[in-house]
Nanobody, 127 residues
Framework: QVQLVESGGGLVQAGGSQRLSCAAS????????LGWFRQAPGKEREFVAA????????SYADSVKGRFTISRDNAKNTVYLQMNSLKPEDTAVYYC????????????????????WGQGTQVTVSS
C-alpha cells in the first residue's frame, strides 16, 4: 500500500511558476514509478508527466513539454512537478499517482496503469 499527499497548489498569475510536491509513504513508495495527472472542471483527467522509479526515464504530455519538469528524491520519498510559464489552461486539480509494481523502468501515461492516487491539489492560473 502506498499513500500519496500532494501540496504546493494555489493561485498564480499567467507566466509565473509553481512547484508541486507529492510525499509518498508505504512499503514500496521509493521503488514505484510515479506520475502527475490533472483534471479541469468538466473535463476528463489527463496525463501530465511521469517518472520511473530511479528517475532515469521521464515522459511529458505535449501540452506541458518544455514548461514542466518532473523529478523525484527517493531519499525523501517525494516527487516534484516544477511548472514554469504557466497558462490559464493549466488550471486544474493536480493528482499524484503511483504504480504498485516495484523497480519498473517504464513510464506510464494512462491513468488505468496507476494503482494509488493522492487527494489532489488545486492550481489556478489567472490571466
Amino acid at each position: 500500500q502506498v499513500q500519496l499527499v500532494e501540496s504546493g497548489g494555489g493561485l498564480v498569475q499567467a507566466g509565473g511558476s509553481q512547484r508541486l510536491s507529492c510525499a509518498a509513504s508505504g512499503r514500496t513508495s521509493s521503488s514505484s514509478a510515479l506520475g502527475w495527472f490533472r483534471q479541469a472542471p468538466g473535463k476528463e483527467r489527463e496525463f501530465v508527466a511521469a517518472i520511473s522509479w530511479s528517475g532515469s526515464n521521464r515522459s511529458y504530455a505535449d501540452s506541458v513539454k518544455g514548461r514542466f519538469t518532473i523529478s523525484r528524491d527517493n531519499a525523501k520519498n517525494t516527487v516534484y512537478l516544477q511548472m514554469n510559464s504557466l497558462k490559464p489552461e493549466d488550471t486544474a486539480v493536480y493528482y499524484c499517482a503511483a504504480v504498485a509494481v516495484s523497480y519498473s523502468t517504464s513510464v506510464r501515461s494512462h491513468s488505468y496503469e496507476y494503482d494509488y492516487w493522492g487527494q489532489g491539489t488545486q492550481v489556478t492560473v489567472s490571466s
